[in-house]
Nanobody, 119 residues
Framework: QVQLVESGGGLVQAGGSLRLSCAASGGIFSISTMGWYRQAPGKQRELVAAITNGGSANYLDSVKGRFTISRDNAKNTVYLQMNSLKPEDTAVYYC?????????????WGQGTQVTVSS
C-alpha cells in the first residue's frame, strides 16, 4: 500500500524558512518523480517543484531561487527547503508521487501540510 506522509509545515514570519518532508512507503519511491504542490484558498492546486528519480528538478517561477527540492533515495524521502518565505506562499502543501507503467500513469498524494506565512 502506497502512503505519503508530509511533515514540517507551520506558521512563520515573512522572510523565514521552513523545510517540508515527505516520507513514502509502498515501494514506489525509486521509480517516481516526486513533487510538491500547493493550494491556497480559492485557488487551483499548482506544482511548486518536482524532482525526477534521476535528480533533475524544476520549479514554479515564483519560487525559483528561494525553494529547493531534494530527495534521499535511501530514506524514501523528499524535501522542500523554503527560504525567504512570503505571505503569498501561504497554502496547503501536498506531496505527490508520479510514475508511469505504460499505458497507465499513477499519482499518489499525501494528506497535506499547512504553511502559513505572516506579514
Amino acid at each position: 500500500q502506497v502512503q505519503l506522509v508530509e511533515s514540517g509545515g507551520g506558521l512563520v514570519q515573512a522572510g523565514g524558512s521552513l523545510r517540508l518532508s515527505c516520507a513514502a512507503s509502498g515501494g514506489i519511491f525509486s521509480i517516481s518523480t516526486m513533487g510538491w504542490y500547493r493550494q491556497a484558498p480559492g485557488k487551483q492546486r499548482e506544482l511548486v517543484a518536482a524532482i525526477t528519480n534521476g535528480g533533475s528538478a524544476n520549479y514554479l517561477d515564483s519560487v525559483k531561487g528561494r525553494f529547493t527540492i531534494s530527495r534521499d533515495n535511501a530514506k524514501n524521502t523528499v524535501y522542500l527547503q523554503m527560504n525567504s518565505l512570503k505571505p503569498e506562499d501561504t497554502a496547503v502543501y501536498y506531496c505527490n508521487a508520479h510514475f508511469s507503467a505504460m499505458p497507465r500513469h499513477y499519482d499518489y498524494w499525501g494528506q497535506g501540510t499547512q504553511v502559513t506565512v505572516s506579514s
